[in-house]
């Protein structure tokens, strides 16, 4: 029946990657991420990035990122726009990033 049928791609989608207890997992793994890269962004330890430590972070590990790209970065990630990155926002941005990046199969996140 269409239901059983319906029951059967439910089970599927159930058990695939980013859903159902994987997901659980794999936020939990993401935020563990984020937070490691939060304090060594965090230069000054105040809990909060502003631009200036952004740019300095990106800047060490990514050296061909023009200001203009770590700002567009910054503003991305700055969800409230006050001008610093809180630890929440980092998250969501990892987050978000992260599953973006298993959803299409790309990433070290990809399982």
Request: include cysteine; hydrophobic fraction near 35%.
């Amino acid at each position: 029946s269409e239901f059983q049928s319906g029951m059967v791609l439910l089970s599927a989608l159930q058990s695939a990657p980013g859903l159902g207890n994987y997901n659980a997992e794999f936020v939990s793994e993401i935020c563990e991420d984020a937070d490691q890269v939060f304090q060594s962004c965090d230069a000054d330890g105040n809990g909060e990035i502003d631009r200036r430590e952004l740019r300095s972070h990106v800047g060490r590990s990514f050296a061909d990122y023009s200001e203009v790209a770590i700002d567009n970065i910054f503003r991305q990630i700055d969800a409230d726009g006050d001008g610093t990155i809180t630890q929440e926002e980092w998250r969501d941005a990892f987050c978000k990033s992260s599953a973006l990046r298993q959803a299409i199969g790309e990433g070290p996140n990809y399982k």
